[in-house]
C-alpha cells in the first residue's frame, strides 16, 4: 500500500517528541542518502523542532570521488532548511585493516567531537527497520548471543554523547515513498549494492527469499524483552557489589552460584566498567576467563584483572595495560579523572613503584595498586590518592551508577 506520509510523520514525531524531551541542542547525522536526509526533512517538519537547536554534520571518508559532492548537497539541503550544517572530513590513512570498521569508528568519534564542542545534548541517527532485521541477520550468521541479537535500541550513551534512533519503527521503503510525495532528493551509495560489503548481501538474499524486515525487526525486538529479563536477574547478584578506586568487587558465592549466562554478563560488564569500553570482549575471551574463575584461577581479560580470593571477585585494570596508557586532556587510562596538574606534569602508572609504598593503607591487592595513576613532577613521584595538594586530586570516572548502567544495558 502507498505510503500515508501524515501517517509516517506522526509516528516519527512521536519517536522524537520521546526521545529528545530534556535534551538541550539536536546534532542531525546526515550522509546524503535516503535515511538520513528523511531525518532531516522531518526534524524540519516536526512540531518539536522549536525547543531545540539543531545542526546538521556530514562526515566525508573521502572513500569515493563523489562523496564531496555529496557532502555539499547536503550543506545546501540543511540551508534550505534553516539547519547550520559542517562537514567533517576523515583520513583513511595507509588503509590497513577492516576499511569499514574503522570507517564506523572513526565516524563515531568525530561526530561526538564535533557534538561535545557545540554543546548538542543528542546526536540523531536515520537507521531504520531495515537495518534492525539487516542487523540480525549479520549477527546471526556470527554466532552472537542474545545482546547481539537485540533489537538496536533507541537510545544509546557512547563518547560522552547520547545518540538517538527516532526511525526504528519506520521502513526504509516507506521513507524513500515519503521523499518522493514531498518531492525531495536523496543519493543512493553505490557500496550499498557492493556485495564486497556484508550488509549488502545481505539485503541481497532477504529480497531472494521474500523475508519482512518488520517480521525480523519484531523478532529483534522479541529478543530484546529477554533481555530485559535476564537484566532483571542480574540485579540480586550485585546487591552489595562495591566500585573502589576505579576497581569492582563482587560477592564470589553468589557469581558462583548464578546460571552460566548470567555469570557471563556479569564478567563482560565489569570488564567494561573498569576499561570503559563501549563494546563487550569476545565471546572466546569471555568463555576463557569464565572457566578460569570456575578453577577459582585469576584471569586477565581485555586488560582487566579478574580475581577470585576468599568471598571476593576483585575486578581491577591489568597493570601492563595500565603502564600503556594516555592522557586525554584531563582524563587518563579512561579510568581517572586528574585534576591540578601542571605544564611538564606526567601520568603514569605506579608500577614497580608500589615496592616504595604502603599500598597496604589504599585498601588494594599488590597487584591493584600496581594500576593506580601517579603524577610524576620535578623528578618526583605523586600519589595524588594519598597526597593531593596544590589542588592535585584523582578521582574515578565511574561509580556504582556507571556499573548498573552498563550491566542492564550492554
Not at 529528545?20 to 538520513?36: I, N
Not at 536515520?126 to 542487523?135: K, L, M, S, Y
Not at 562495591?242 to 548464578?258: C, D, I, K, M, T
Not at 601542571?342 to 599500598?359: E, I, P, T, Y
Amino acid at each position: 500500500m502507498p505510503t500515508d506520509p501524515k501517517e509516517l510523520e506522526r509516528r516519527a514525531f512521536v519517536a522524537l517528541d520521546r526521545l529528545t524531551d530534556g535534551v538541550s541542542g539536536l546534532g542531525l547525522a546526515v550522509s546524503g542518502g535516503g535515511d538520513s536526509v528523511a531525518l532531516m526533512q522531518l526534524v524540519s517538519r516536526w512540531p518539536g523542532r522549536s525547543r531545540h537547536a539543531v545542526s546538521v554534520a556530514t562526515v566525508d571518508h573521502g572513500l569515493r570521488a563523489a562523496s564531496a559532492g555529496e557532502a555539499c548537497g547536503v550543506a545546501r539541503g540543511a540551508a534550505r532548511l534553516g539547519f547550520p550544517h559542517q562537514t567533517i572530513r576523515w583520513d583513511a590513512g595507509d588503509g590497513r585493516g577492516n576499511l569499514m570498521a574503522r570507517a564506523r569508528a572513526a565516524r563515531l568519534r568525530l561526530l561526538s567531537d564535533w557534538a561535545g564542542a557545540r554543546g548538542l545534548g543528542a546526536v540523531l541517527l536515520g537507521h531504520t527497520r531495515d537495518d534492525v532485521a539487516e542487523t540480525l541477520l549479520m549477527r546471526l550468521g556470527r554466532g552472537a548471543g542474545i545482546d547481539g541479537l537485540s533489537a538496536m535500541t533507541e537510545r544509546r550513551a557512547s563518547h560522552g554523547v547520547e545518540w538517538l534512533r527516532p526511525l526504528l519503527d519506520v521502513g526504509r521503503q516507506e521513507l524513500r515513498d515519503w521523499l518522493r510525495q514531498t518531492d525531495a532528493s536523496w543519493i543512493e551509495d553505490p557500496t550499498n549494492e557492493d556485495e564486497s560489503f556484508d550488509r549488502a548481501r545481505i539485503r541481497r538474499v532477504m529480497a531472494e527469499m521474500g523475508l519482512d524486515p518488520a517480521m525480523l525487526a519484531l523478532s529483534a525486538a522479541n529478543i530484546a524483552e529477554a533481555r530485559a529479563a535476564l537484566n532483571a536477574a542480574m540485579l540480586p547478584l550485585i546487591e552489595d557489589a562495591e566500585a573502589r578506586l576505579a576497581a569492582l568487587v563482587l560477592n564470589r558465592p553468589r557469581f558462583a552460584a548464578a546460571p552460566a549466562e548470567l555469570r557471563r554478563r556479569l564478567v563482560v560488564a565489569a570488564t567494561r566498567f573498569v576499561t570503559g569500553g563501549d563494546y563487550p570482549p569476545r565471546r572466546s575471551g569471555v568463555d576463557h576467563a569464565l572457566q578460569s574463575l570456575e578453577a577459582g584461577t585469576r584471569v586477565t581479560l581485555d586488560g582487566v584483572v579478574l580475581d577470585p580470593s576468599g568471598d571476593r571477585l576483585l575486578v581491577h585494570r591489568e597493570p601492563a595495560a595500565a603502564t600503556r596508557a594516555a592522557l586525554d586532556a584531563d582524563r587518563w587510562d579512561n579510568r581517572w579523572k586528574i585534576i591540578g596538574l601542571r605544564k611538564g606534569d606526567r601520568v603514569a602508572a605506579l608500577g614497580d613503584g608500589v615496592a616504595n609504598l604502603d599500598w597496604r593503607t589504599l585498601g588494594t591487592t599488590h597487584l591493584e595498586a600496581q594500576a593506580l595513576p601517579v603524577v610524576v613532577r620535578d623528578g618526583r613521584i605523586i600519589l595524588p590518592l594519598r597526597e593531593a595538594g596544590d589542588g592535585l586530586s584523582a578521582t574515578p570516572i565511574r561509580d556504582m551508577l556507571d556499573f548498573r548502567r552498563i550491566l542492564l544495558g550492554h
